[in-house]
């Protein structure tokens, strides 16, 4: 029994390291009201511009707005929630491209002395086909 519980153990592990994602990039960004963060996402010939801000945080829910390859979007994220990120995908799926590259936008925390919000971004990107360029807030 006890034998079959060590293996059961290296099991668990060992297949969720083989499914765990490794993040090629983490940033950090903080925004205030209405200020717009943009990212130049460049791959092959292609050069796309992902921006989003927040306009609202309220009950503890922060309004965000967003728009990525003429695709635009709203979402209300939330702390210590299970609806606390975004995901953009980032390239269209293909049929040599399955696991396509995306970006994670994770909602970390609120500054309330400063009113800033604070996100985490993280670059999901397998194949590293992309460069992402962090232009100026606007």
Not at 17 to 26: G, P, S
Not at 80 to 100: C, I, P, T, W
């Given at each position: 029994?006890?034998?079959?519980?060590?293996?059961?153990?290296?099991?668990?592990?060992?297949?969720?390291?083989?499914f765990?994602?490794?993040?090629?990039?983490?940033?950090?960004?903080?925004?205030?009201?209405?200020?717009?963060?943009?990212?130049?996402?460049?791959?092959?010939?292609?050069?796309?511009?992902?921006?989003?801000?927040?306009?609202?945080?309220?009950?503890?829910?922060?309004?965000?707005?967003?728009?990525?390859?003429?695709?635009?979007?709203?979402?209300?994220?939330?702390?210590?929630?299970k609806?606390?990120?975004?995901?953009?995908?980032?390239?269209?799926?293909?049929?040599?491209?399955?696991?396509?590259?995306?970006?994670?936008?994770?909602?970390?925390?609120?500054k309330?002395e400063?009113?800033?919000?604070?996100?985490?971004?993280?670059?999901?990107?397998?194949?590293?086909?992309?460069e992402?360029?962090?232009?100026?807030?606007?």
């Amino acid at each position: 029994m006890k034998k079959n519980l060590q293996i059961f153990i290296f099991l668990v592990f060992g297949i969720s390291n083989i499914f765990a994602n490794d993040f090629r990039e983490v940033k950090e960004i903080t925004l205030k009201k209405d200020e717009q963060t943009k990212i130049l996402v460049k791959y092959g010939t292609f050069e796309k511009l992902f921006k989003f801000r927040w306009t609202l945080y309220t009950n503890e829910g922060l309004v965000i707005h967003r728009s990525y390859d003429r695709k635009v979007a709203q979402n209300v994220l939330y702390l210590n929630h299970k609806n606390q990120s975004f995901r953009v995908e980032l390239k269209a799926r293909g049929a040599d491209n399955y696991n396509v590259p995306y970006v994670l936008v994770k909602f970390k925390e609120f500054k309330y002395e400063t009113k800033e919000a604070v996100f985490e971004l993280f670059l999901s990107d397998e194949k590293q086909q992309l460069e992402l360029k962090y232009l100026d807030k606007a």
